[in-house]
Each structure stands twice: as structure tokens, then as C-alpha cells.
């Protein structure tokens, strides 16, 4: 008797109860790239065509209306291999948090950190030839941390715009910095031994923003999207904990054309982890430069071009190591979720007299869902 009158009780609880449904969403991306080696002698240079995965994920989020200005929100997302290579579901951004209408939302879990973020508005190639043609591939900085809580203040109105302040707080759980899979871990034990903060301002016209990232774990002297097996500058990728600043501007101009600039500066901050010849890193610097134009005649093309370069200096007397990339491309929007594009792209890897030089061509579909 008693077990039939809770059951009754917890399916009249259950009925008289609404859930937010979750929202599946997702992207496959995809492309097919020309990637010829550029190989040191005696090593044979090589013609290479690549299926690349690019940036193609799924996730689940939603929201549950707690009291008129206070929601639960969450969302968790996973990265496969559009192309079949490698092992799927790394992680990407996931959490669970409160939203506040007036006070802003909090978020605990895994999360890209507000510098990272800031690179969005201005970097036309995000993504491209394997995730490694875009800031990412060359520059420091583009790092989603676990173990991380979230800041995310209201947008406060200000000259015909909006400003908008973020801050991500990490613990290391007295662990050393780790690049996971998806998503890296920070040394230390204390909330906020790694940290990461932004104020982004933004109106029809403008985008403005400025981050800075506090012992945040990262790649220096990143190769872009070389593919050669023995390359000439041979100079490997550092993974350390850094102090980053960066800048970005976006001007939307009348007619379709936007203008887009982005400067960065970074140096090395001492952590348990640290790779190997990471200590002898001065600093690192990078800007970026770039457009688009949606050609008002035919509003489903838009043509772009862009170019990034980055530098790592040493304080061993080790040569300077230069990163530069270069690329022009055109997409067609069949509608909101599909787009085909193209593009052609020159990488230049250079350190004292040796120079690696890495050419693509390529061609692919995106899908959002």
C-alpha cells in the first residue's frame, strides 16, 4: 500500500512538473587540402592531399526557468572526426550554471577562456585546414581550460553599443599543466592561480576588445599548418603557462566590407609543467590583419583574405622563430546552415637560415545543425 502511494505521489509530482527540453545542435566541417612537403635535403619534398576535420562538433543545452529573473543553464559539447581519423568525443566547452537577468551568469565546469573568445570576430580562417590555419595554429593563447568557473557580467548599454566584462578563474588541484584532450589543465591549487578576463564593446558598427591571460596554459612557437616531415626550420611547438594580452578591432563598413585587425603579446610564467626549454622563451609576438566582403550583388558570396604572423624570441642566443600565413578565399551560403568554400594559403616558417615553406590549396562544406 505504501509502495502504490509514493508511486502515485511521484507520478502526480511529475505531471504536475514542465522541463525544458534540450536542443541538440552540432557542425560538420570538412574539407579536402593540397598540402605539398616542403622537406630539408636529402629528404624528398612530396605531393600530399589530406581530408581535414575542421572544428566539427555536437552538443546538448537548454535552460530551466527557475523564478522571473534567475534560469539554470548547461551545455556540453564533443569534437569528433568528420574525415574517420583519430579518436572522437574530446571535449569541448561544458558546464552547468545560473543566469541572472540583472547580475550576469555563472558557470562551473570546462571553458574556453575570454581571451580565446575574443579571437572570433577577427579571424576569418577560423578553423581551416585542420583547426591549425587560424590564430591557433601559429599564435598563443587559444586555450579552453578545465576545472574553470565562469564569469559572464549583464551587457551594459553605452554610445549606441554594448560592453560586456568576462572572467574565467582555474585550478591546477595541485596538479601540473596538462594539454588535454579538448580541453588543458592549469598548475597550482588555488581558484584563480590561472586566470583569464575580457571587456569587449560592440555596436552595429564596431567591435573592440581587450583580454588577458594569467599563467594560462598554451603553445609556443606553434607551425601552423605545415605538413613536411622533415622540415628545414625545425624548431618544435613549447607548451608552457603564459602571460597573454590581446587586442582586437572589427570595422563593419557600409557596403558589405569588414576590416579586421588583431595584436598580441606573450611571455612565459613559471609553472609545474612546463615544457623543456620553455624557460628560455623572451616573449612572443603576433598581430593579424584582415577583410571580408559580401558582394552586395550576390549577398550568398562573400570573398576574404588574411594575414597573421608571430614571433618567438630567445634569451640563449637562439635564432628568432618566425610564423607567417597568408590566405585568400570565397564562400557560398546556400542558406544560414550550409556553406560551401575555397581558399589558398602559403605558410612560412623561418629561423635564422633555415625557412620552411608550406603551400594549400583547398576546398570544403560546412554544415550546421
Known sequence: MKTKLAT?????????????????????????????????????DKDVVELSSNSSFVGL???????????????????FNSDGEGSDWSQRNRFVGLKDAKLGTL?????????????????????????????????????????????????????????QANVLLATGENKKIEKGNGASKSAGRGLGDTWSASL??????????????????????????????YPEAGQAGLFAAANTLRAIGRVNLDGGLALKALYQTSEVEKADGNADGSEFIDDAQGWLIGAEYNIPTAKA?????????????????????????????????????????????????EQGSNETKQPVVGTGLEYKF
Open 8 to 44: 502515485a505521489i511521484a507520478l502526480s509530482l511529475l505531471a504536475g512538473s514542465t522541463f525544458a527540453a534540450p536542443t541538440f545542435y552540432g557542425e560538420i566541417d570538412a574539407s579536402i587540402d593540397y598540402l605539398p612537403e616542403d622537406n630539408r635535403a636529402p629528404f624528398k
Open 61 to 79: 543545452k537548454g535552460e530551466e526557468k527557475l523564478t522571473e529573473r534567475l534560469n539554470a543553464v548547461y551545455a556540453i559539447e564533443w569534437a
Open 107 to 163: 558557470k562551473i565546469g570546462a571553458h574556453d577562456t575570454p581571451l580565446k573568445q575574443l579571437s572570433s570576430p577577427v579571424d576569418t580562417f577560423n578553423n581551416y585546414v585542420g583547426n591549425k590555419a587560424d590564430v591557433t595554429g601559429i599564435m598563443t593563447g587559444e586555450t579552453r581550460l578545465s576545472n574553470a568557473v565562469v564569469y559572464e557580467s549583464p551587457a551594459f548599454a553605452v554610445a549606441e553599443g554594448k560592453v
Open 200 to 229: 569587449v564593446y560592440n555596436n552595429p558598427v564596431v567591435v573592440a576588445g581587450l583580454a588577458y591571460d594569467k599563467a594560462v596554459p598554451t603553445t609556443f612557437a606553434g607551425r601552423g599548418f605545415d605538413n613536411a616531415t
Open 301 to 349: 558570396w562573400t570573398v576574404k583574405a588574411q594575414y597573421s604572423q608571430n614571433t618567438t624570441s630567445f634569451t640563449n642566443g637562439k635564432a628568432d622563430f618566425d610564423a607567417e600565413q597568408i590566405f585568400v578565399g570565397a564562400d557560398y551560403a546556400f542558406n544560414k546552415q550550409v556553406k560551401a568554400y575555397g581558399y589558398a594559403g602559403y605558410l612560412t616558417l
